[in-house]
T-cell receptor, first 114, second 114 residues
Framework: DGGITQSPKYLFRKEGQNVTLSCEQNLNHDAMYWYRQDPGQGLRLIYY???????QKGDIAEGYSVSREKKESFPLTVTSAQKNPTAFYLCASSIRTGTNEKLFFGSGTQLSVL | DQQVKQNSPSLSVQEGRISILNCDYTNSMFDYFLWYKKYPAEGPTFLISISSIKDKNEDGRFTVFLNKSAKHLSLHIVPSQPGDSAVYFC?????????????FGQGTILTVHP
């Protein structure tokens, strides 16, 4: 059935290490997004992509990188430059209906620092 | 600068009663508003939305009210059920070039007691 798949569910990062979070969707949505959730805070936008081979920085892009080589896939790399990576990461996708958007979210990846 | 605020971190109601969750925003460019429900360690799921051309939208037990002059929206759940216990996020979009970019509030934890 259609949806957004994030993997892994839990991920641990060592100091100085880059880690990559996977996000795959089979909804045929054009746009994909990465959000970060910290305890007691709302979701904050890291990166988004409206079309293949194009992506834009969100509000908190520093220390992260993305790629969009396929419509279905939008992996997020948390680099060693991200000094506070521990958070719950959410991937989403959307298709425009009329003039408004509705985002569909994956089940998330909890990243922790060892 | 928190453009979308949910000032109540938590709300507790009795089963069968009304739950009212509130959200305030500051950006006059926001023209589309959504409510999402989130369980722990899962991604948010879409509940209901409203365009700025309306002041009310209803879907079953859920009704969203928008007061543009006060920059305030609220979600009413009637009657509340124990399964409604979750974190509720309001989100806003400015449309246009903000295509799909949602700004989220901090969330309100709703607990419905049997």
């Amino acid at each position: 059935d259609g949806g957004i798949t994030q993997s892994p569910k839990y991920l641990f990062r060592k100091e100085g290490q880059n880690v990559t979070l996977s996000c795959e969707q089979n909804l045929n949505h054009d746009a994909m997004y990465w959000y970060r959730q910290d305890p007691g805070q709302g979701l904050r936008l890291i990166y988004y992509s409206q079309i293949v081979n194009d992506f834009q920085k969100g509000d908190i892009a520093e220390g992260y990188s993305v790629s969009r080589e396929k419509k279905e896939s939008f992996p997020l790399t948390v680099t060693s430059a991200q000094k506070n990576p521990t958070a719950f990461y959410l991937c989403a996708s959307s298709i425009r209906t009329g003039t408004n958007e509705k985002l569909f979210f994956g089940s998330g990846t909890q990243l922790s620092v060892l | 600068d928190q453009q979308v605020k949910q000032n109540s971190p938590s709300l507790s109601v009795q089963e069968g009663r009304i739950s009212i969750l509130n959200c305030d925003y500051t950006n006059s460019m926001f023209d589309y508003f959504l409510w999402y429900k989130k369980y722990p360690a899962e991604g948010p799921t879409f509940l209901i939305s409203i365009s700025s051309i309306k002041d009310k939208n209803e879907d079953g037990r859920f009704t969203v009210f928008l007061n543009k002059s006060a920059k305030h929206l609220s979600l009413h759940i009637v009657p509340s059920q124990p399964g409604d216990s979750a974190v509720y996020f309001c989100a806003a979009s400015a449309g246009g070039t903000s295509y799909g970019k949602l700004t989220f509030g901090q969330g309100t934890i709703l607990t419905v007691h049997p």
